[in-house]
């Protein structure tokens, strides 16, 4: 069901420990409120501070318009009254989606927006967070609006994060919250700050999740399997760059047991 955007103001920005502005710099490289990455499939990118003291990790927000025609948001950050404009241009919001129990601070912003959007998230998030209206919990198999445009993999292995990975058929391009990251360097006009960063996520954070976060480590590579087997062309993250081309290898190097 398609969603309407109603009244002004709009909702208020929740009180979140993070801050999202739409500065130009690495992590929005074109300035642009929405770039293209394909027919029918945009990214709002952000800078995105954890906290005060924190580098910009980047955020990203990516929309899919569906072959009815509606919008599907996948990890919604700051909402803002220029973005809701430049949504309308592009369809009616029908599904706002946070995947991951770490990326839920905007969520409720949104929905208070758009009322007629389903609303989804982790296994967990409704008993975390009553307020946010949830239309339902993600798994493995997409609700029955999704199936025709969307695969998905629920990693239940990594429960800190119940994370769902989707992957968008006609343009093959998969989407992860935090189960990976990708930051490059200096050249490519990252701060000191974020590419530290980087490199503690391509460390210690890494091996975490595969050997700590991951309670079941036989589940957690077969979950990993079945994303790597959808070969996909493109690679969106939550935080860092995007991936274009060469996914598998980006999967392998973060996943060496592929």
Not at 112 to 127: R, T
Not at 140 to 159: C, G, H, I, K, M
Not at 170 to 177: D, I, Y
Not at 242 to 256: Q, S
């Amino acid at each position: 069901m398609a969603s309407s955007v109603v009244g002004t103001p709009m909702e208020p920005v929740p009180a979140v420990k993070w801050s999202s502005t739409t500065a130009k710099g690495w992590s929005n490289p074109t300035g642009q409120l929405l770039r293209p990455l394909d027919d029918n499939i945009w990214v709002a990118e952000r800078t995105f501070f954890p906290s005060a003291s924190a580098p910009d990790i980047g955020g990203k927000t990516t929309i899919i318009k569906l072959a009815d025609g509606s919008l599907f948001v996948h990890n919604p950050l700051l909402l803002t009254r220029e973005l809701v404009d430049a949504l309308a241009a592009l369809g009616p919001v029908s599904h706002i989606v946070s995947a991951s129990l770490a990326h839920h601070g905007y969520m409720a912003q949104w929905l208070g927006n758009f009322p007629n959007a389903v609303g989804l998230g982790p296994p967990g998030l409704a008993d975390k967070c009553p307020h946010i209206p949830l239309a339902g919990a993600l798994g493995d198999t997409p609700v029955p609006a999704l199936a025709a445009d969307v695969e998905q993999v629920w990693v239940s292995a990594v429960p800190t994060f119940s994370e769902t990975v989707f992957f968008h058929r006609p343009t093959r391009t998969v989407l992860v919250t935090d189960l990976l990251m990708h930051f490059g360097g200096k050249a490519e006009g990252y701060s000191w700050g974020s590419r530290l960063v980087g490199a503690v996520f391509r460390g210690p954070v890494r091996r975490a999740t595969r050997s700590v976060l991951a309670t079941d480590r036989a589940a957690f590579r077969e979950q990993i399997g079945r994303v790597a087997a959808w070969k996909a062309q493109r690679l969106v993250m939550a935080h860092g760059s995007i991936v274009e081309g060469d996914v598998d290898a980006a999967l392998r190097n973060w996943f060496p047991f592929l």
